[in-house]
C-alpha cells in the first residue's frame, strides 16, 4: 500500500509539473465574463485540488470582473474543476460512495480506499451538488429510444421515507399528534420481460429495468395547464425507454386511483393489471368478509 502510495504521489507531481508549465490558459489581456463584461487579466493563482493521484497546486491564469466581482480561471473550466476543489474523478468516487453509505463513512472509505482526505460534511456538500445537476440533468435532457421489446411494463408506486425533522416541520402525518415522520417518494420504473423461468413464469429481462424517483406530487387540477411534476417525470421516463412506442404497453399499480388516473391520462389503450401481492391481498379481504364491531 505504500509503495503504492509513493507511486502515485510521483505520478501526481509529473502531471502537476507539466500542467504549470503550460500557460496556455493565459488568454490576453481580457476575456468575456459570464455577466457579458470583461474580465481583466490579474496575474496566476494558485489552487490546491484532490484528485485520484493525490493533491496537486496549479498555477492558474486569473481574470477578475469589476462589473460583477466575479473571479474567472479558463484551466478550471477546461479541467472540470470550476466551482470546485475535487477533480471530476474525487467527485464520482464521492457520489458512489455517497450513494451507497452516510457521509462519515464515505469519508472513512474514501481515506482508506483512494487515499482522498475529505471530511463527512465535505461528502454531504459534494453529494447533495451532484444530485442537484442529476435533477436538472433528468428534467431537461430526453433522449428518445426505441422500446426494448414488443411488450413493455410500466409500474408506479409511493411509499413512506423517513426524513430529518426539519424536512418534515409543519407537515401532517399519521403519527397521534397529527405529525409526520415521512415523505412520500413517488417512483416510476420500466421494464421487459420476454424471458421465462424454469416453470414458464415471465421474468423481467437483465439489464431492461430502470427507476425515476423524486418526492414529487402526482395532484393535479383539470384546470391545470401543466401536469403534476411526477406525471412529468412519468412522461419522460417513458419516452427514453420507447414505452410509448411499443406494441404492448402494460401499466402495473396497487390498485390506489391516482396511479390509474395517471395511467388513463398519458397512456390510453394500456392494460391495466394491479400487481399480484395487491390482487391477493383484495382478495383474502373479499373472502374473509366485512369485519363485524366487537370483533
Known sequence: MAARRHALRVAARLIEGRLNADRSDDQGPAIA???????????????????ALGEMTLERAYYWCAACGAGVCPRDRALGLADTSLSPAV?????????????????????????????????????????????????????LALPGAPTMYLGMDGTGVPMRAPELRGRAGKQPDGSARTREVKLVTVWSAEGRDEVGVAVRDPGSVSYSAAIESAASRDTDE??????????????????????????????????????????????????????????????EGPVRRGQ
Not at 465574463?33 to 484528485?51: E, I, N, Q
Not at 482508506?112 to 431537461?140: S, W
Not at 391520462?265 to 391477493?280: M, T
Request: net charge neutral; hydrophobic share 40%; glycine share 8%.
Open 33 to 51: 465574463c459570464a455577466c457579458g463584461s470583461p474580465a481583466r487579466y490579474a496575474g496566476r493563482r494558485p489552487k490546491t485540488f484532490s484528485t
Open 226 to 287: 401543466t401536469p403534476s411534476e411526477f406525471a412529468q417525470r412519468v412522461d419522460r421516463e417513458a419516452r427514453r425507454r420507447g414505452f410509448d412506442q411499443a406494441l404492448t404497453r402494460v401499466v402495473l399499480g396497487d390498485g390506489a386511483r391516482w396511479i390509474w388516473n395517471l395511467a388513463g391520462e398519458q397512456f390510453p389503450g394500456a392494460v391495466e393489471i394491479v400487481d399480484l401481492f395487491h390482487a391477493k391481498q383484495h382478495l383474502e379481504r373479499r373472502r
Open 91 to 143: 467527485t464520482r468516487m464521492v457520489g458512489f460512495a455517497a450513494a451507497l453509505v452516510s457521509f462519515a463513512e464515505s469519508s472513512e472509505l474514501l481515506g482508506e480506499l483512494a487515499g482522498v482526505t475529505l471530511d463527512a460534511k465535505g461528502v454531504e456538500r459534494t453529494a447533495e451538488a451532484l444530485g442537484r445537476e442529476i435533477a436538472q440533468d433528468e428534467r431537461t435532457v430526453v433522449e
